[in-house]
């Protein structure tokens, strides 16, 4: 995705941030015929649909009566900076990137997202492709996962995943408020890594 690979990229607060200066250089790269954002899909239309939370896709474009839905995930580790604006250098630095921890919620989240791609494109004939993206400055979302781990099966290291998303400890909090699913297709997860203002990201994008 040019936008993530682009050498002079910004440093976004969250993931809110990261989804509208993505769909606002999807609207001015003039590819599409429409660009969408917090499309909603009702989940009763989708088959084996496992969560009770609405279904809202990050940004839907269009393209020739085609549809194309990514879904974004962007999950930081702390990191302070002093902000310009209104062409003003403030003088305190502040947090712009908060700790948000919990990675293996986090990796639960991007299947997650695989996942309801798959079924938004068995229903609807005009969903070709879709994408799950993820960013990161957070290191430990590369890292092979321990086989003994409660999340093993949802890791997200470099490589071949097969389609089976299944908590190993049945009776933990996140067995319990998170379901088990299982995915249509195995996917190949590839990390890049780019700089944005002097901070290391890694991005991976999952074609589905």
């Known amino acids: 995705m040019q936008y993530l690979a682009q050498s002079n990229g910004e440093l976004l607060f969250n993931e809110r941030d990261f ?6 250089h999807l609207i001015r790269s003039g590819h599409y015929d429409d660009v969408d954002v917090e499309y909603f899909v009702p989940h009763e239309e ?11 896709l990050d940004i839907l474009v269009c393209k020739n009566a085609e549809y194309l839905p990514v879904e974004l995930k962007y999950k930081t580790k702390k990191h302070s ?14 947090d712009v990137l908060k ?16 996942r309801r791609v798959e079924l938004v494109r068995r229903r609807f004939h ?40 299944h908590w190993q400890l049945p009776n933990s909090t996140c067995a319990k ?27 991976c994008i999952v074609e589905i």
């Open 99 to 114: 700790n948000q921890g919990a990675q293996d919620l986090g990796m639960y989240d991007f299947w997650k997202d695989v």
């Open 81 to 94: 900076k002093q902000l310009l604006r209104f062409d003003e250098n403030l003088e305190k630095s502040i």
């Open 19 to 24: 989804q509208m200066h993505l769909a606002l």
């Open 126 to 165: 005009a969903v070709k492709n879709g994408l799950a993206v993820f960013v990161t400055n957070d290191n430990q979302y590369l890292n092979k996962g321990k086989s003994t781990s409660n999340n093993y099966k949802f890791s997200m290291e470099e490589g071949l995943h097969d389609t089976v998303r």
């Open 46 to 56: 989708l088959d084996n649909y496992v969560w009770k939370s609405e279904l809202k």
């Open 177 to 203: 408020t998170h379901p088990n699913f299982e995915l249509d297709n195995n996917y190949i997860i590839s990390w890049n890594k780019n700089v944005y203002e002097n901070v290391e990201f890694y991005y």
